[in-house]
């Protein structure tokens, strides 16, 4: 009997155990997204400008 609520026990904080890290983990995932966003949009409009000045210059590669 005393194995049997040994095991429920290591089981219960077992599962604890891994609900709290994989909670930090996302909590940790979603904060380095969150920093991220604005290095990402900034590339995005750099290349966007990048794009639309490269199709300026040559024209004939646009089909316009």
Do not use: C
């Not at 005393?2 to 995932?29: K, S």
């Not at 979603?30 to 040559?58: I, K």
């Amino acid at each position: 009997m005393l194995v049997f609520v040994v095991t429920v026990l290591l089981y219960v904080f077992g599962l604890v155990f891994l609900y709290g890290v994989i909670r930090l983990a996302v909590r940790h995932g979603m904060e380095d997204l969150e920093a991220r966003r604005p290095q990402v949009l900034r590339v995005g409009r750099s290349a966007t400008a990048d794009d639309r000045a490269f199709l300026q210059e040559n024209s004939f590669l646009g089909g316009n």
